[in-house]
């Protein structure tokens, strides 16, 4: 077992099992709750792949990543939720762009929900049947987001950012793409990328590292696995620019929604270069935008804005966006307030006292979420699987430059990458 010390104050455990796990154990001596995720490297965009033994690509239905994780709930003697109950733990699942995580809570017996979590996700039970009847389960789910305006303002968003980027496709698919999920395609896409060797076990909270690595030593002692597939998914050649530069949607809304995006065309990014991006983007986008920005509180004087309006970065390995906006009476104008900022800034920079404020607001409220282990399980797990290290994250704030967070801006925001979704009632 490696053992890893940050300068917080954590101590990272990790081992690699024979079977190609990875288990990283993260504890916080004096929690009485435990946080443990169990997470694949496979998400709504993985629909073109191959391993090495297959020579050819399959494609699969969009939405079958989010069908896969229903799905695993249900074994052959009914569902587990129930189980995670009777040991008075809290579970949920969630599927993103680029992973899957089964997870849990609890104060209490946690090695009898350990076991659980594992034994449920490695024994995967489809038939004809019930993937048939999930069907209409998840098609009443996707006719829900689809009459949701936040979630349609966004999906539309990065329908009109990416031209052949699959992060276009909405996670749960489409009613017609879901229709052609099958057991026998669940099945395929469980054993490629449920393998131990694409999934990390981890655990924060409070709890004893060794006491914790034993159970899951044990544990998959008991069972056997093939050999670990070599994925290759498919390369993606997405051009730098947009789509379509503005979409537009009618909803039963009281008002419109405006969000207004730039694509990142930086090309593949992984490792401290990805968390690098993600910290100096959100540093700068905090200063422009942020609640004690110039700009926020005059367009709260305005009436442009109310207190949904709210900036984003995301940065994955083969995507990302900066993302603006919120409700607003005049869709139109905002952007163009928006975009006139964004060319201000570009001009004059990011002022020093702005970015030294925001940066270290981004290092006061990443120290607090080290003591939400939801959040610290999240945010481990989505770095880990991009090749980066979350608990670097005050590291990093500590290092980056006024003079890289203003080359970050000028380059970052090209009006060839800027796209526009409004929602009209």
């Not at 990416?162 to 496709?169: A, F, L, N, T």
């Not at 009613?175 to 395609?185: C, R």
């Not at 002692?221 to 290759?232: E, M």
């Not at 537009?248 to 419109?256: D, I």
């Amino acid at each position: 077992m490696e053992i890893k010390q940050f300068p917080m104050g954590e101590s990272v455990y990790q081992e690699r099992l024979q079977n190609g796990l990875q288990v990283v154990l993260l504890p916080k001596p004096g929690f009485a709750q435990t946080f443990v995720t169990f997470s694949t490297h496979y998400g709504s965009i993985d629909r073109v792949f191959k391993t090495n033994a297959h020579g050819n690509y399959t494609v699969v239905p969009d939405g079958i990543a989010h069908f896969l994780e229903h799905k695993m709930f249900e074994s052959e003697k009914g569902d587990v939720f129930p189980e995670f109950s009777r040991y008075g733990a809290s579970a949920n699942a969630f599927t993103t762009f680029d992973l899957t995580t089964y997870l849990f809570s609890c104060t209490d017996n946690l090695h009898e929900n350990l076991n659980l979590l594992l034994d449920f996700v490695q024994d995967p039970y489809f038939t004809d049947a019930n993937v048939e009847k999930e069907k209409g389960i998840i098609g009443q789910e996707i006719q829900m987001y689809n009459d949701n305006p936040d979630a349609r303002v966004f999906y539309d968003l990065l329908k009109a950012l990416y031209q052949e980027h699959p992060v276009r496709i909405e996670i749960a698919g489409t009613v017609d793409s879901i229709a052609k999920i099958s057991k026998e395609t669940l099945y395929e896409c469980y054993e490629t990328f449920y393998h131990p060797g694409n999934m990390v076990l981890f655990a924060v909270g409070g709890f004893e590292p060794e006491t914790v690595l034993d159970w899951i030593r044990e544990n998959q002692a008991k069972k056997s696995f093939a050999n670990v597939p070599v994925i290759d998914r498919q390369p993606i050649n997405e051009p730098p620019a947009v789509k379509t530069a503005q979409t537009t949607a009618h909803l039963a809304v009281s008002q419109p929604k405006c969000l207004v995006a730039w694509k990142d065309a930086a090309g593949p990014m992984s490792g401290h270069e990805l968390l690098e991006r993600e910290l100096y983007l959100g540093v700068v986008l905090d200063a422009l935008f942020g609640r004690s920005s110039t700009a926020y509180q005059e367009l709260m004087d305005e009436g442009l804005i109310d207190q949904g309006f709210s900036w984003e970065f995301e940065r994955a390995e083969t995507y990302g966006f900066a993302v603006i906006g919120g409700n607003t009476p005049d869709p139109q104008k905002l952007t163009n307030r928006i975009q006139a900022v964004i060319d201000d800034a570009c001009q004059t920079g990011v002022m020093e006292a702005e970015f030294e404020r925001c940066r270290k607001k981004a290092m006061g409220r990443f120290l607090t979420t080290l003591d939400s282990p939801g959040y610290v399980a999240r945010g481990y797990i989505s770095y880990l699987f991009r090749g980066a290290q979350f608990l670097d994250t005050a590291r990093v704030l500590g290092e980056i430059t006024l003079d890289e967070a203003n080359r970050h801006l000028r380059e970052y925001f090209a009006p060839e990458r800027r796209a526009v979704s409004i929602v009209q009632p």
